[in-house]
């Protein structure tokens, strides 16, 4: 089954404390800060991720791009994020196809409920990003753990000559 992360953008940014903090000085640094974290949720979970944000913020008309493999949408002028969202999770829905929308927009959860797409709050993604994060700091441990420093046993003096030569020092 495929699984798709719809994210409400602005909504997710308003919800987490730090993304919150990052918009009061610079909302463009706060998009950018949740794009590469929804990039990490990608790379982990395999899901497609789309964010759609408001184009109000945003001068210009809608705009479509890729960055990492997230997929960043700003809205038409006069088209919400919620409307977006909901065309989107209406037109992607199949049988083949799971909807998962990240908001806290109660209003906007009940119509995605209705479209058989399931919700996630602003917590539970959260959570979700805390405990993926968690898992990519032990699966970095176990592998630098395992990964020799050399195949061959080099004595401390005989590796810090190397590293030198290396370096171009010696």
Known sequence: MNNILLVDGYNIIGAWPELRELKDNDLSAARDRLIEVM???????GFRVIIVFDA???QGIERKYKNYKVEILFTRENESADERIEKLASDLNNIKTQIHVATS??????VIFGQGALRKSARELLNEMNHINGEIEKSVKKTTKKKPSSKIALSDEVAEIFEKWRRGKL
């Open 39 to 45: 990039a990490e949720y990608q790379a982990f979970t």
């Open 56 to 58: 109000h913020f945003v």
């Open 105 to 110: 927009d109660f209003t906007e959860q009940w």
